[in-house]
């Protein structure tokens, strides 16, 4: 099993930045992309980001050039920098490991993010 622990959450005004932070332990050698997702109230659950062990990257198109996700395989951690936030990324974002590129296996308990003035 895997536990997924994020921390980092919390608000902000538009135009500012937030960074998530998601601690993974238990059988992480198993882990081969983490990402995050998120969901909006009355919203279906979405990716935001993931990256796998090598270092490739995918993100939804809503967030490039704005969000960052990065990967410390040595602390088993993944980070997901915020910049530049809009009222329309406010959700609770989940931490996600899975063992291939499909489907998460693994899900955190969640953070909210409200982007708001």
């Known amino acids: 099993q895997v536990q997924l622990v994020e921390s980092g959450g919390g608000l902000v005004q538009p135009g500012g930045s937030l960074r998530l932070s998601c601690a993974a332990s238990g059988s992480i050698f198993s882990i081969y992309v983490m990402g995050w997702y998120r969901q909006a109230p009355g919203k279906e659950r979405e990716l935001v980001a993931r990256i796998v062990r090598s270092g490739s990257i995918q993100y939804t198109d809503s967030v490039k050039g704005r969000f960052t996700i990065s990967r410390d395989n040595a602390k088993n951690t993944v980070y997901l920098q915020m910049n530049s936030l809009k009222p329309e990324d406010t959700a609770v974002y989940y931490c996600?490991?899975?063992?291939?590129?499909?489907?998460?296996?693994?899900w955190g308990q969640g953070t909210q993010v409200t982007v708001s003035s």
């Open positions: 996600t490991g899975g063992t291939g590129w499909g489907p998460p296996n693994y």
